[in-house]
Every structure is written in C-alpha cells, then in structure tokens.
C-alpha cells in the first residue's frame, strides 16, 4: 500500500508542466518507473522464485532419500 500512494505521490511529477518541468519530469519519470518496477519485482517475481526453489529442493531432497535411503 505504501509503495502504490508513493508511485500515485509521484505521478504528478511525470506529467508536469510549466517553469521547470523538463527536470522535474526526468526526475518523475525516473522515480516513478523504477518504484513500480521494485514493486511488481517484489509482489511477483520473489514469490514465484521462492516456489521455485522450494520445489526444487523438496525434488532434490525426495530423490536423495529414495536412492540413497533404499539399502542400494
């Protein structure tokens, strides 16, 4: 919730105009896209690897079990 009223806080800054508003736009711009790349990077992509590896090991884990766990 804080990091979408911050990307909704900075908005503004992307659509400015008037005195000054190329730097403030550059700025805006900058701020805006890589606070929401962070987010969805964090709400997506860091479950989905967690997932990711957690399968793994529990494929890793059995495999070792059944081979080496089985008398042979």
Request: no cysteine; hydrophobic share 50%.
């Amino acid at each position: 919730m804080t990091a979408f009223t911050f990307i909704l806080g900075v908005a503004p800054m992307v659509i400015a105009s008037g005195a000054g508003a190329g730097s403030r736009r550059a700025i805006g711009t900058t701020v805006f896209s890589g606070m929401l790349m962070a987010t969805l990077v964090g709400i997506f992509l860091i479950p989905a690897l967690y997932y990711a590896f957690q399968s793994f090991r529990e494929r890793a884990s059995g495999w070792r079990v059944r081979r080496w766990g089985s008398g042979e």
